[in-house]
């Protein structure tokens, strides 16, 4: 069965802290790893890696997937309290239903002022 | 409009009601996606659309659940008979086509059966 791993499943920090978040993955035909944001309801796209090795990064976040491994980490430094959300991981799996996104529980992120 | 938009934002229903909910998908996306968050769960797959091609509803839980896309836009999802089990937030979310691009999400829907 397919499975996508995150941890921590919660990590509270104070702001300018650097955290980082793992998401360690199971699935057949991986196709990418993606990462949103979710705040109150909408998740909110942030990468998609498909590639292994390379990172992207946008201001202070930055991720890197490694497809040897299995697992995919998002580093977020110099944290801010507006950082406070819910990080989930999703692969996305060629075959099946095409682009459907197979994800992990989340890790819930508290940045302390 | 500019992103995915549902409604309603909140629906509170009885136990054995039908309930329906709404999702606009952004304009030119011809994929649309439907997933369920229930407390403490990562999102749950439930029903993909792709331009006129049959949806794949492999994710759906029961024969409960329907879903439809009219004109290849607006999408409902119907829930008969609901249980307490289907409290929840549902999620829309729509992509460029091809299935392989990245997905972006609705504000939700939630579901709360009494």
Redesign the interface.
């Known amino acids: 069965e397919d499975k996508v791993v995150q941890s921590p499943l919660s990590l509270v920090v104070h702001e300018g802290d650097t955290v980082t978040l793992n998401c360690s993955y199971e699935v057949t035909n991986f196709r990418s790893l993606l990462w949103y944001k979710q705040e109150k309801k909408a998740p909110t796209f942030l990468f998609m890696l498909t590639s292994s090795g390379i990172e992207k990064k946008s201001g202070r976040l930055s991720s890197i997937l490694d497809k040897k491994e299995l697992f995919s980490i998002l580093n977020i430094t110099a944290t801010q309290t507006g950082d406070s959300a819910i990080y989930l991981c999703a692969t996305m799996n060629y075959g099946g239903s095409q682009g459907n996104l197979i994800f992990g529980k989340g890790t819930k992120l508290s940045v302390k002022p | 409009g500019a992103g995915?938009s549902q409604s309603p934002s909140n629906k509170v229903t009885e136990k054995g009601k039908d309930v329906e909910l709404r999702c606009d998908p952004i304009s030119g996306h011809t994929?649309l996606?439907w997933?369920r968050q229930s407390l403490?769960?990562?999102?749950?797959?439930l029903i993909?659309f792709?331009g006129n091609s049959a949806p794949?509803k492999?994710?759906l839980p029961s024969d409960r659940f329907s879903a439809e896309r009219t004109g290849g836009s607006v999408s409902t999802l119907t829930i008969q008979r609901t249980q307490q089990e289907d409290s929840a937030?549902y999620?829309c979310a729509s992509?460029l086509a091809?299935?392989?691009?990245?997905?972006?999400?609705?504000?939700?829907t939630?579901l709360t059966v009494l």
């Open positions: 995915v994929a996606y997933y403490g769960q990562g999102l749950e797959f993909y792709q794949d492999s994710g937030v999620l992509s091809g299935g392989y691009n990245e997905q972006f999400f609705g504000p939700g939630r």
